[in-house]
């Protein structure tokens, strides 16, 4: 029998104890069979109709689902999205016209091919998608076969559903009155299931090693989504430790309820702007419902990564408009395009680089080989400006040059509109985002050529300090509170402000309560996060006086290495900040 405490990733808060439910569901064994001339298209048929009932399986799913549920339809709608595109079909029909193998066979090798694509890309888009292929995959494969699916609908007690992972269709399809928790052996903050059980608010951890191998039916585990612990079989002491946690969390909560609905003010009546990060349009009922004043990262890459084909200009302006629409009258900053780097369509033919996060992405691609893409974004944003308060802004801007490329472009896409007699906001603001070292460095000559800032902190970091992000190797180094990144981010808000322009953050600083005081501290305006962390980061504000902090940029200048700041930081929270519910 297991026993002990296990450490592993926290990705839904919570403190929940139960009886464990193992979870593996299997991969099924793909046949391959040879075709006669004349069972290709009976076999074509039958594909079809596999496809067909697993895209009504998805619509099944996410109709029934209740509640404010914006991020698991989203999700859900990327399945439908895929299922319903005509090259699945087409591709997987030729192979079992060319190769002459019955319908699995060719459904295994093109999603095959289309998954390993995939797996190249070290970051979390291509996992996220990668997650979907696989998901997919699997429904359409037990139609061919005819097995039914494993869903987690019909349990007939409250369980602590342990695994070695999840799908997001087996997150979106447990009866959640019966999965109080779940614990998982792989996956991590920014996993579709990890996303998804922070929408269903169900407490989860993941990346647990040989978790399944330690647990059998029937044991009582605790799992603590809050500071990312499983407790097998725990012993009296730890049952004690649970309950208060437990009332602790419901407390918190509670508290953070309260907040919603007010203003992200300090006690002495300093205002700072929360918005929301968001890559889906489905995501503006979570930005509303956490209290978040807008959104501030509007990330546009998934249009052109979850499609086979690029997405034209009414398409786009389509999805623009009915974000604009949906957040009036609060603003939607809508980030052009960042494709290279880590994030590749297959529309696009990139050249092979040594080091493609220095290379041809974001606005340098926009403004080389992808100008005509780029235009066209432009135009589809300028139009959804007419229905709601949009800002533009540009990703991974080094110099000026850079800027005065995009507002040619900009001038250009706005005479079209006028010719075509189109409406849209002529006096639509424009914005970079501050991530190169060089744009920090000469924010005071950007800031007369733009109208804001917003600092992306995971690459102004990354790049700062040469770690690459994804490098599990050089996590060590990738330091938040290095006080050279510090130091850039002061000077650009220095920068703006001397031009009466107003900066905010949209990495993963801004969300981070433990670093609110400090943000604030530096002077930025605006903090732009994922929907959920914006209660607590709220709190956070509500209990700071701005005029106690105001000169923390100076204090900052002082130190010299991370372990000062991160001391100096942690006496600020200390002083004016409650900590985390399981901390308390």
Known sequence: MGKGEYQGIPVSPGVVKGKVLLYSPESPHVPRRSLAPEEVEPETQRLR??????????????????????????????????????????????????????????????MGSFASQLRRL???????????????????????????????????????????????????????????AFATEIGGPTSHTAIMARSLEIPAVVGVPHLTRMVKDGDTVIVDGTLGRVTINPDLLELEDYEKARLRFEAFEH????????????????????SANIELPEEVESVKRHGACGIGLFRTEYLFLSHHALPDEEEQFQVYRQVAEEVAPDVVIIRTIDLGGD???????????????????????????????????????????????VKIMYPMISGSREVHQCRHLLEEAMEALERQGLPFDRQIEVGV??????????????????????????????????VDRNNERMAYLYEPLHPSVLRLIKNTVDAGHAEGRWVGICGEMAGDPSKTALLV??????????????????????????????????????????????????????????AQPSEL
């Open 49 to 110: 109709r596999a496809i067909e009932a697993a895209r009504e399986q998805i619509l099944h799913v996410r109709r029934g689902l209740e509640g404010d549920l914006d991020e698991v339809s989203a999700i859900l709608n990327s399945h439908v999205q895929l299922l319903q595109d005509p090259t699945l079909v087409e591709r997987t029909a030729e192979l079992i016209d060319s190769k002459r193998v019955n319908a699995e066979y060719a459904l295994y090798l093109h």
């Open 122 to 180: 070290p970051q979390q888009i291509g996992q996220r998608h990668l997650e979907i292929v696989q998901d997919i995959t699997k429904r359409v494969m037990h139609n061919l076969l005819g097995r039914t699916d494993h869903l987690l609908m019909e349990l007939e007690e409250p369980v602590v559903l342990v695994a070695h992972d999840l799908s997001p269709s087996d997150t979106a399809t447990m009866d959640r009155e019966k999965v109080i």
């Open 255 to 274: 508290e953070l309820d309260q907040l919603r609905e007010l203003e992200a003010e300090t006690l002495d009546g300093y205002r700072i702007e929360l």
């Open 343 to 389: 994030k590749f369509t297959s529309h696009v033919e990139y050249p092979r680089e040594m080091n493609p996060f220095l290379g041809w992405r974001a606005i340098r691609f926009c403004l080389d080989a992808g100008q005509e893409i780029f235009e066209t974004q432009l135009r589809a944003i300028l139009r959804a400006s007419h229905y709601g308060k």
């Open 433 to 466: 985002m501050i991530e190169v070292p060089s744009a920090a460095m000469i924010a005071d000559v950007l800031a007369r050529d733009v109208d804001f800032f917003s600092i992306g902190t995971n690459d102004l970091i990354q790049y700062t300090l040469a």
């Open 521 to 578: 501290g530096l002077g930025l305006d605006e903090l732009s996060m994922s929907p959920v962390a914006v209660p607590e980061v709220k709190k956070v504000i509500r209990s700071l006086r701005f005029e106690q902090i105001k000169d923390l940029g100076d204090e900052i200048a002082r130190f010299s290495t991370v372990e000062e700041v991160a001391r100096y930081v942690d006496q600020l929270n200390q002083k004016y900040f409650s």
